[in-house]
């Protein structure tokens, strides 16, 4: 019984919304074997995790899972259940699991939710050995597997102050990203953004941390404007040490200049010999030392946010009570079983430890760690109160003069910290430190949180909701005007627009040119898609992007004002999705394509996958759906905000139905694009032939070049599709028409150009047009419209990427066939798996089922030459249609041909006759016919 995989899903993905783990198990000899099969297996297990016996299970009631082990179920499905219950009796409240069989015999799928990720990835692990022991007959050590989980959430976890920030952020709605396993979080997307390290944040001036890391700068900083500090002076040997405590008289505090949590700080010495060891302890921690004089009185942290004490606390020195019986040691050890001890920051408390500080703390009070206090002795460990070391708090949040809190907050302000640690020492906080002789000590940068999260007495403050409060005051005035105002993501601090694009074609386009039209509206667009990820219309990385990683940079880049996010089945599949929700959610179309991937074998799977981009639109979103696709339309059940249609025809009674109940819509007419809102004003009507309803506008043909006058059908398809995602946003209509005149036409650039995509050149008196198709609706589309423009031959370069089934590739070559005049396949380097030429064969038979003439077909594997070839065939008015693997290649030889990039309205001129294609339909009436033997590969 062993994992062979461990995915862990941060987003929502093909399993939940919430993060889960998702293990691949294999069970060995145990394949096939049922709880029941195995004797005291039951027995074993609910006597080391009885809390098994309320897991609801498919029964959704308490005592589910109970019936089915006694039933007998799969030890996969037992697996998934234990790691549920460690993580639960670790501290988390996590739920759903789902457990099923694989393609492979005795493989498990085992998913199950996961509280932090470290958490969960440890109990998968520590799930298999509990099974393990129980199926062999052993009991399991549940107690130290319950630890360990803790100790793996703990090591890869956030600390308290970083993950109070996260949390309160989350609450809000906030999109919370951490960077690395650090303590770096990006709260927020794009320009809304915010950023934290602990509680340093992008608001947080360098300078002021560098002078509240000088301790000596901040006392001369602190004293020139009037505050009380302690007199002091910086050394830099141990006679200097000597001389300054006769300068400023005993007690004195030797700690180093700069240095955080009470490292190397030495308090009450009063003689040279003292201050002498404490230097050199100092030294350790940093070079620059500083010697204070004490001030009596006891110490206090204030809290400051931007202006305002938002807590405080007495901070108490690590200490132990005495019982007469035990040693310090032993009572150091003792006080560390307390289980909100735990190792630095990583629970309420930190771990007591005897080290060198503390030994020589010790000694001052005469004792050793093997001394036996007597009973009720408090025995300090630490001199200095830090919760670093060891120390507790007593919340006084509400007992702190007024004198004193505009103090610290004018402490902070001189500093420049917008977030300070201001600490005082004083007899009694809830008197004006100047009638008791109280001094500012210290104002610190990133001050830790936990001594007012989890006060060891008194009250817990709240303390990241007014840090939360000041990071985004003011978000919503950011670029806060006009449309950009008024859109859902702005009922959110810190979001963006947001438009994830999925499908199966069409996507890219789509992308692009709503991209375009954002830009075109004032926007600084970031997109991440198949032809790389760009922000601002600058190509920022290559390659396809259209997965969650790059989706996340989109997202993290500060300069971006909006996002879109071609989101493609293979990410979702392995990642999940880089955001939690989305602005719109767009869906091109539903067709057979990578099925037999990734364990999807029909198009319901893929839809699935595909809806998931769907149920991610946030409740004030919207949800564009392809009205012609009933794959597509019927998404409209997973939408929680409005969904809007776009349609090929303006009698398509799914659109007919919506806008007669108020919903929106866009369609295709003879005269235009038609957007009409059955709801109510707020569009120009403009009478068109079509019978738009009243509350409707026409975006004429004319208007989008892409389209060829309405000639393209996928373009017209694609063209409303942005239409709907931008009138969902709330983009105003003029920015839209304006995008549209620019975008595909020759030379564009940035968003505006739509390479590889029916991108048509002209070769002398030859039309070369380069696409992206990779599968049977792709291919029926652009070769139909190549067939019906193309004024001469046709001459078609196919071919398609090798992890596509069998059926699909024949299915491609019988497509082309019936419409191409002449045909070379050829192969995409990258065979994904399949012998070099296996691919092109299938396609030849699947060219010859249908008749053509064996003549008419050549294979030539390497694509350049392909094309090379079909050029050198074509003649006067003949068109080269090549579906690509690699566009730079090709551009690169038509450009060496002399080719120039023309734009699509120009092939209205050159529209085939009639005739044309009547000969292309009529071959495709023809019947099939045994197929001849393959010519030879070149």
Not at 79 to 94: P, R, T
Request: net charge positive; proline share 5%.
């Amino acid at each position: 019984m062993r994992i062979t995989r461990v995915r862990v899903y941060e987003g929502p993905n093909i399993f939940s919304h919430f993060p889960v783990v998702a293990m691949l198990v294999d069970l060995g000899k145990y394949d096939g074997r049922k709880t029941t099969d195995l004797p005291g297996f039951q027995e074993l297990l609910l006597a080391g995790m009885p809390g098994l016996k309320a897991h609801h299970c498919a029964s959704s009631r308490p005592g589910g899972f109970m019936r089915r082990l006694e039933d007998g179920t799969f030890l996969g499905h037992v697996i998934e259940h234990v790691a549920l219950e460690l993580q639960a009796m670790a501290g988390w409240h996590v739920v759903y699991g789902k457990t099923r069989q694989s393609e492979k015999p005795g493989i498990y799928n085992v998913v199950f939710e996961t509280g932090p990720s470290g958490a969960g990835t440890e109990a998968g692990r520590r799930a298999v050995e509990v099974v393990r022991a129980c199926a062999c007959g052993r009991s399991p050590d549940v107690s130290a597997h319950v630890e360990a989980v803790r100790l793996a959430a703990e090591e890869t976890g956030l600390g308290p102050s970083t993950a109070a920030i996260a949390a309160e952020a989350a609450t809000r709605g906030i999109p919370v990203r951490r960077v690395g396993q650090g303590s770096l979080l990006i709260l927020g997307h794009g320009f809304r953004q915010r950023r934290v390290w602990a509680t340093v944040t992008s608001r947080t001036p360098c300078t002021a941390v560098d002078i509240a890391g000088d301790k000596g700068l901040t006392k001369e900083l602190l004293a020139r404007a009037g505050l009380p500090v302690p007199p002091g002076v910086t050394v830099g040997s141990r006679r200097e040490a000597a001389r300054a405590l006769a300068e400023l008289g005993s007690p004195v505090v030797v700690k180093p200049a700069s240095g955080n949590q009470g490292r190397g700080v030495s308090l009450s010495l009063s003689g040279p010999s003292q201050v002498k060891e404490a230097y050199c302890l100092a030294r350790k921690a940093n070079g620059k030392v500083l010697v204070e004089k004490q001030v009596a009185g006891r110490h206090y942290r204030l809290l400051v946010v931007e202006g305002a004490v938002v807590a405080a606390a007495e901070r108490l020195p690590a200490r132990v009570v005495g019982d007469g019986m035990k040693s310090i040691r032993e009572l150091t050890e003792e006080a560390n079983r307390d289980p909100l001890r735990g190792e630095g920051h990583r629970r309420p408390l930190t771990r007591l430890s005897i080290d060198d500080v503390c030994l020589a703390t010790l000694a001052r009070q005469g004792l050793t760690p093997d001394s036996v206090p007597a009973e009720g002795r408090q025995v300090n460990l630490r001199e200095n109160s830090n919760l670093s070391t060891g120390g507790t708090a007593r919340d006084v949040t509400s007992q702190v003069h007024a004198e004193n809190a505009a103090l610290a907050v004018r402490a902070a302000r001189l500093v420049g910290l917008d977030i300070a640690g201001v600490d005082i020492v004083t007899p009694d906080i809830s008197r004006p430190l100047s009638l008791d002789g109280g001094v500012v000590l210290e104002v610190n940068a990133a001050p830790g949180l936990r001594m007012h999260l989890h006060p060891s007495e008194g009250q817990p403050r709240p303390v990241a909701v007014p840090i939360v409060d000041a990071l985004f005051r003011g978000c919503a005035r950011e670029l806060g005007r006009g449309w950009f105002s008024r859109g859902s993501w702005s009922r959110t601090p810190g979001r963006i627009p947001t438009v994830a694009v999925t499908g199966t074609n069409g996507k890219t386009t789509v992308s692009r040119l709503v991209a375009h039209i954002l830009t075109t509206a004032g926007l600084n667009v970031g997109l991440a898609s198949t032809d790389g990820t760009w922000v601002g219309g600058d190509k920022v990385s290559d390659g396809d992007c259209a997965g969650p990683q790059s989706a996340a940079s989109i997202l993290t880049d500060p300069s971006v004002h909006a996002a879109v996010l071609e989101t493609a089945r293979g990410g979702i599949i392995r990642e999940g999705l880089a955001f939690d929700q989305c602005d719109v959610g767009l869906v091109t179309n539903i067709s057979a394509d990578h099925e037999g991937q990734d364990g999807m074998t029909t198009l319901e799977d893929l839809v699935y996958v595909k809806a998931l981009v769907v149920e991610t639109v946030s409740r004030y979103g919207h949800a564009v759906l392809n009205a012609d696709d009933p794959f597509v339309h019927r998404m409209a059940d997973r939408a929680r905000g409005e969904v809007v249609y776009f349609s090929r025809s303006p009698g398509n009674l799914v659109v007919r139905k919506h806008l007669v109940g108020g919903g929106r819509a866009v369609y295709v007419t003879p005269e235009g694009l038609v957007l009409e809102d059955g709801g109510g004003p707020g569009l120009t009507h403009t009478p068109s032939a079509s019978g738009p309803g009243l509350h409707a506008t026409v975006i004429p043909w004319d208007c989008l070049p892409m389209t060829v006058g309405g000639l393209l059908p996928f373009q017209c398809e694609n063209a409303a599709a942005a239409v709907a995602a931008t009138w969902s946003l709330g983009v105003p209509l003029e920015a839209i028409h304006r995008a549209f005149r620019t975008f595909g036409l020759a030379g564009a650039r940035g968003y505006a150009a739509s390479p590889g995509r029916f991108q048509v050149w002209r070769v002398g008196s030859r039309t070369v047009v380069l696409d992206y198709g990779h599968n049977r609706a792709a291919f029926a589309e652009v070769l139909g419209v190549a067939g019906r423009l193309c004024s001469g031959r046709l001459i078609a370069v196919v071919g398609a990427p090798g992890d596509r089934l069998d059926d699909h590739l024949l299915e491609m070559g019988r497509v082309a066939a019936r419409i191409a005049d002449h045909i070379y396949i050829k192969e995409d380097t990258d065979t994904r798996g399949r012998a070099r030429g296996e691919v092109a064969s299938l396609f030849l038979r699947g060219v010859l089922d249908t008749g053509f003439p064996e003549a008419a077909v050549d294979i030539v594997l390497d694509e350049r030459v392909a094309v090379e070839r079909a050029l050198e065939r074509a003649r006067a008015g003949d068109w080269v249609l090549a579906f690509y693997e690699k566009l730079g290649p090709l551009t690169e030889l038509l450009h060496a041909a002399r080719g120039r990039l023309v734009s699509p309205a120009r092939l209205v001129r050159d529209a085939a006759p009639a005739g044309a294609s009547a000969r292309r339909r009529q071959r495709s009436r023809r019947g099939p016919r045994k197929s001849a033997a393959a010519p030879g590969l070149s």
